[in-house]
């Protein structure tokens, strides 16, 4: 497929938030022809892949990929609102997310902020391209909401780390590249003062990567096996023993910004239901745009915050639970309505439906589960003890 013309975004100077959301949602329309092809994905994961990373790099090299993010990081520079815009747009005219979106603002920002600037200046342009995947390996079996908890092991080997141990859950990692792996590096009472994040080559020797089948019938996460795993020590992200600060930076952007590119889905989800399902009661579409919507304004506003640089603070919490009731309110109002289409179909739209279903029931865990969000909330903003 031939790449639509370059947009030289790079050469109109400084853009604001509106010159952004009027150039760009020209251009989708005058590549409406050429983006056709995106707006339907194939049903498999691998075939999603492929597509959304041709998605990516159409976007890429005409620009739009690249705002909001550092020059010398590969981007053209201007705030995190940029980026918003640009996800936002995408979505209102019925196309997916590229496939590294969510990683690109989960992931990404961390490695720009806390990784050596030799290490970002390489590895942050290939993501942003759509060269690479990453994937985050945090959880472990044992810790999850308990992340300090976690055991894999890092042991310095002078210019090396050894690393061995188990990751679960680690979404996608069949098909990444890098890991941001969470360490263990101090002693193991050391909790979330002794982990190390560490950016690892995912065909390292000793990495072994076990698909698991979700209820979706797809292996949308794997099993990740480390045995005697040489890292070298350039890998090392932010401090050593000062892994807590990398994850909690990460945590806060995938309950953030990865907040607000869910809720620009949802919105485009929301129409969809309308369409498909006249039978849909007005109050469900009610409650249901009105909880999407209250989900863009928190949204906006921490977007608004990470563009003036400000601290987020509990916010990304509040974020993530209304994401999480959000999703899982919209997805029983399309059950609701149309009960034999998510529960039987085997068409296409049908499969969509049931795939969406199926995975927003997953919102309120991945990221912090609701009730740790609901526990930040009550302990930072109400006051209430800890136990
Ligand atoms: C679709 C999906 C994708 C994921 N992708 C990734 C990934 O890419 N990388 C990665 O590292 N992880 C990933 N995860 C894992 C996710 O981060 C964990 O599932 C999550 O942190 C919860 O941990 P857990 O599964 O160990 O459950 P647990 O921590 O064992 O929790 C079990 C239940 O107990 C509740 N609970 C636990 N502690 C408390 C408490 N103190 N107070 C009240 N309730 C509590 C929880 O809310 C939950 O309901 C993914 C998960 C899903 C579902």
Not at 55 to 70: F, H, S, V
Not at 201 to 222: H, K, S
Not at 327 to 351: C, H, I, Q, S, V
Request: proline share 6%.
């Amino acid at each position: 497929m031939a790449a639509p013309s370059s947009v030289n975004v790079a050469a109109t100077g400084e853009l604001t938030v509106p010159d952004v959301r009027e150039r760009f949602g020209r251009w989708l329309g005058e590549h409406a022809d050429t983006l056709a092809p995106f707006t339907e994905l194939p049903t498999d994961v691998e075939g999603v892949f492929a597509t959304l990373s041709r998605l990516q790099r159409l976007l890429y090299e005409a620009g739009w990929i690249r705002l909001g993010w550092p020059e010398e990081l590969g981007g053209l520079g201007g705030t995190v609102a940029l980026r918003g815009v640009v996800s936002e747009e995408l979505a209102a005219a019925g196309y997916p997310p590229p496939f590294s979106f969510g990683t690109q603002e989960v992931l990404g920002p961390a490695v720009a902020r806390f990784a050596p600037p030799e290490l970002s200046s390489q590895a942050l342009p290939r993501l942003l391209r759509g060269e690479e995947t990453w994937c985050q390996g945090f959880s472990e079996p044992g810790a999850g909401s308990d992340l300090g908890s976690l055991r894999m092991r890092a042991v310095d080997e002078g210019d090396h780390w050894r690393v061995n141990g188990e990751k679960v859950w680690t979404s996608w990692a069949q098909y990444a590249d890098r890991c941001l792996l969470l360490t263990r590096t101090g002693t193991p009472e050391s909790a979330h003062r002794g982990i190390t994040a560490l950016f690892v080559d995912m065909d390292t020797p000793g990495i072994t990567v076990r698909p698991l089948v979700a209820m979706t019938g797809e292996a949308d996460f794997c099993s990740l096996f480390f045995d005697d795993v040489m890292v070298p020590k350039d890998r090392t992200v932010g401090e050593v023993d000062g892994g807590w600060a990398v994850a909690m930076f990460i945590l806060s952007c995938e309950r953030g910004v990865a907040a607000w590119q869910r809720q620009a889905w949802m919105r485009w989800r929301l129409g969809t239901l309308v369409a498909d399902a006249p039978e849909l009661s007005d109050a469900r579409t009610g409650e249901a745009f009105e909880l999407v919507h209250a989900l863009r304004l928190l949204s906006r506003r921490t977007l608004r915050s990470l563009s003036d640089g400000e601290p987020l603070g509990v916010r990304p919490s509040f974020d993530k639970l209304l994401m999480s009731t959000a999703e899982k309110y919209l997805f029983d109002a399309a059950l609701e309505a149309m009960p034999d289409t998510l529960l039987f179909g085997d068409d296409d739209p049908a499969r969509d439906w049931r795939n969406d279903y199926l995975y927003s029931r997953a919102s309120s865990i991945y990221g912090g589960a609701a009730e740790i969000q609901r526990n930040i909330i009550a302990e930072h903003v109400l006051g209430l003890p800890r136990e």
